[in-house]
Every structure is written in structure tokens, then in C-alpha cells.
């Protein structure tokens, strides 16, 4: 009796265990099959992230309906860093926060999945979510499910598995590894993370798809190209698409202000009417130009916009609209050295591509989380760059001004020196180190700096600037007035009423009243600014004149 018995506790042991898996097994099990969404909004500019799960062989794929709700492209990357492209929306319910799509699987290949677990929860059952919040691809969690609830999604299910920003579209699974649902949302309170249910026959169920209706360009590749490439001259602006209208062409554009010196008085503009001086796009295979029509910047240097430092600024540049499908373009500000300049794009290419960098990606996120105000989401996110890329120009130079920002010059020092370190030619990093070393006072090392950036870019007038005001700093006046001279004498300056102040300052320093009035008096005639004009009467009556009045 005692032997039968030990023999059915031994077989009902066994049973239990052949059930039950282990996280280690389960992780095995599903890893594969589930991965992290990369999203590109209306602009073309990376959006977010998210996460989801395959449901069959063939690359039929879940998410929530809300991570892929008003982008134009998404794109997966497995646990394995296999990347594919989300084709195809073939079902979707809003109201249920629920999307199954196929993806881009050109080499028809068999995906591993996740099944569909028939049996509901019951509360205190264990739950795992493999997951990708914030970009940590296959993040695991385990926790309990503690409520059985519905509300405006259906049936819910609560638990205390962890749910973050990124995890949302994710499984939520049983002690089998089967998904019972998917991740959606979380509560204001700590464990308070929801899932939608998710069963055979709640899929059955799943017949419309308004995803179409609300989101017309997704995945619209011949209308909406999507690019995201850095100009040749400088990587803080980046033409992130085109899109083909009816009635116009249309160019997103997005600008990192990463110019310390200049701070958040930082401007830019098209003008219009300058042709081949201008914005244009240049079809190479027909040798046909399409000239700038407008732009939602300003268009000239009096009416520039702002973008704020570490900032991104998104605008867009308008043409006529091209009839014929374009291959090889040239997309340009100006065909001169300081014009910004995209030579060269293959749009078939772009057309047909699903590869991203990743890189780029992140670092485009990291910037639109400072132009949010969300600082320390982006130092995260440039911290994280840094411990995969160390060499990352962009992310270095961005770490530096956070620093720089935050009082903090020597570590902002050192980030500009390791930009430099590795990218010697990047003549934005030399410009940020010059302010972050003339911060620290250390004028000789700040003068090597900017002299260096004006052997890398002598044609921005802007650097003579620079140069300039260390001059002053260093107190050595004929210098500072010789670099205002070469920079009131270009285009962009030749109307600037402070470089005209900053220049009388330098002749009042040396001694040179007369020529010092002369600037005051042109300056003077030029602003409205009431603030620089008591400036300019002071600095009038100390260079030994009178009374200064407008003429």
C-alpha cells in the first residue's frame, strides 16, 4: 500500500512537472518569438518603440493598436537582431488596442511563435512578459495575475508583471509559455499593469480593420519615401522624407541645434526666389530642376526661426509637384560649400529598404525627448549610445552641452575632447570645446580651438564671430576689431546691429572714438530693440559724443 502510493505521488509529480516549465524554459521557448517595433511618424522621424509577438509561422505578427497609431512605417527587430518590415495591416480594433499585421518576408523564411493558450487565467496564476521597454530588446519579467476585470478594451487582465513605456504590444504568458494577452497599459499605482485578453476565439472575433482608415500613409512607399539622412556637411540637419502630392512636393526636414557658442539664439531660413542659389530638388536622370516654392521656416535672416539648444526643430520645404517617379536626386539649399547639401540619393533604394540604423534611430528619439523638455529620458538614452557606440559624434557633442548646461564644463570639456578625439575633422566639436574652455577661462586653449574650426570652415562667417568675442574676452582689441571686420563684411552680417556694437566696443577699447561713433550711429539707425539702443546712447556719450538720435 505504502509502495502503490509512493508510486502515484510519483506519477502525479511527474504529471505536474511535464505541465509546469520553468522561466528558463519558458524564455527558450518563446525569445524568438517575440520582438521590439521601431516606429517612423507622419514627419518620417523615428517615434518610439514597442513591443509584440508572432503568432504563426508566415510572420503573421500582434501588437497594440496604440504603437503603431499614426506612424507611417514601423519596423521589428527579434531578440537575434534580424530585422523585418511591417507589411501589411490585416486586422485591427481600435476599441480593443489590438493590430495583427504580416511582415516583409522576401526569403520565406518560418518564424517561431507563441501559441494561443485556450484556458483563461484564474487570479494568482503566474504570468512571464518578455518585452522591450525602453529599447532593452527581450526584457523578462514575472509577476502574478491579480484581477479579472473589463472596461472600454473588453476583458482585462491585471497584473503585477512589470509593464513599461516600450513593453506595450508585448505577451503576457502562462506557466506553459502559451500567451494569454497583451500588454497594454499601466495604472498610476505601483503593480498596476493591464493587459487585453487574448484567446482563439477572441480572435475570431476580430473582423474590421480601421487601422486603414486612420492611418492612409502607412506604408504608402511610392507617395511617401522615407530617408532620415544626414546633409554632407553637417549632421545636424537631416531630410528625414519626400512625399509626392498632387498639388506640391513635399520635404521633411528636422535641425539639431548643437552650437554651444550660439546657445538657444539660434536661427534658421530659406529664401525664396534664389534658384539655384536656393532650395531645389535636381532630378540627375532628367536634368530637370524644381525650384523652392515655400517653407514653414523664415525666409530671410530678419525672419528666422528659432530652434532651441539640443533641440530638434521638424519643418517642411514645399516644390511643385513631380509627375514622373523620380531615381537619383540631388537635394539642395545651395550648390555653394555652406549650403546644406544631399547629393546623390537613390530613391528606389529608399523605396525598397527595410535595414535602419538603429543608431541613428536612437539618437533621433534621444533629441525629440529633449525638445519635449524630457532632459533626463535623453541623457539616458545619449548615455546608452555611448556604452554601444563610444565614437558617436552626435551623442558625445550632446552629453557635452547637457553638461555644459548643467554648470558642468569640465565633463562638458571632456565629452568634446573625446568627439574630437574621434573625429579630428568635425569642426562642431572644436567649436563646442572653444566654449566650454573660454567658460573655464582657459582663453589660450579656446583660441587653439576656434582657430582650428576656421581651418576646417573659413567660409562661416559666424566662426570670425567666435574668434572675436575671445579676443575681447583676452582683451586684445585690434584682433577682435579685424575679425569684426571680415564678418560685417559678408551677406549674412552686413546688416547685424550687435556685431556693429560689438565692433564700436572694440574701437572705444583701443582708443578709436571716432570710428567707434560711426558703428554706434549705424547701429542705432538699424534696431527697435529699446534695450540696445539705451546700450548703444551709453556707449555714445563714453566714446565722447552727444546726444544720439535716430536720422
Known sequence: MIKRLLILTCFVSLLFSSCQKSLKDIIAQTEKATFIIYTFDDFGAPSGS????????????????????????AIIKRSDSVIFEIDTIILSDEKWDIVKFKVLNKNHIKFDYLKIANKAPEKGDKVYNISSPLGLIATVSEGIVSSLRKDHHGDIVQVTAPISPGSSGSALLNEK?????????????????????????KMDQLESNDFRDYNPKFNQKDSFIILNIPSERSAEIVLNALEFRTDSTVAYF???????????????WNELNKKDEGFLIH??????KYYLISSTIGVDKENATQVSLVCSYRFKVFFPPIKEKLGKVDIISD?????????????????????????????????????????????????????????????LNAMGIISSINDDDE?????????????????????????????????????????????????????????????????????????????LSTEDFKNDVVAYYNR???????????????????????????????????????CGGGKLVKR
Open 177 to 201: 509559455g502559451e500567451v494569454f494577452a497583451v500588454a497594454t497599459f499601466q495604472g498610476r499605482g505601483q503593480n498596476l499593469n493591464f493587459g487585453v485578453a487574448f484567446t482563439p476565439q
Open 411 to 487: 565633463s562638458a570639456e571632456y565629452y568634446f575632447s573625446q568627439a574630437i578625439e574621434y573625429h579630428p575633422t568635425n569642426s562642431m566639436s572644436y567649436l563646442n570645446r572653444y566654449e566650454a574652455r573660454r567658460n573655464l577661462k582657459n582663453y589660450k586653449e579656446a583660441l587653439d580651438d576656434i582657430n582650428q574650426v576656421l581651418t576646417l570652415d573659413s567660409v562661416q562667417p559666424d566662426n570670425y564671430a567666435y574668434r572675436a568675442i575671445l579676443y575681447i574676452d583676452m582683451e586684445e582689441w585690434d584682433k577682435a576689431i579685424a575679425d569684426w571686420n571680415k564678418t
Open 504 to 542: 564700436a566696443f572694440c574701437q572705444k577699447s583701443a582708443g578709436r572714438y571716432i570710428q567707434a561713433r560711426k558703428d554706434i550711429q549705424t547701429a542705432y539707425k538699424s534696431t527697435t530693440d529699446p534695450e540696445l539702443k539705451k546700450d548703444l546712447r551709453d556707449l555714445y556719450v563714453e
Open 50 to 73: 514597442g513591443s509584440g509577438f508572432f503568432i504563426d509561422e508566415e510572420g503573421t505578427g500582434i501588437t497594440c493598436y496604440h504603437v503603431l497609431d499614426g506612424d507611417v512605417k
Open 335 to 395: 550648390y555653394s560649400s555652406r549650403g546644406w547639401q544631399f547629393k546623390g540619393i537613390d530613391l528606389e533604394k529608399f523605396r525598397n529598404q527595410t535595414n535602419i540604423d538603429l543608431d541613428s534611430y536612437q539618437r533621433d528619439h534621444a533629441f525629440g525627448e529633449m525638445e519635449q523638455g524630457k532632459v533626463e529620458d535623453a541623457t539616458s538614452m545619449f548615455s546608452h549610445i555611448l556604452d554601444e557606440s563610444p565614437e558617436d559624434v552626435q551623442a
Open 283 to 288: 532630378d540627375l536622370e532628367r536634368n530637370k
Open 254 to 268: 528636422s535641425y539639431t541645434n548643437m552650437n554651444l557658442p550660439s546657445g538657444d539664439e539660434f536661427y534658421i
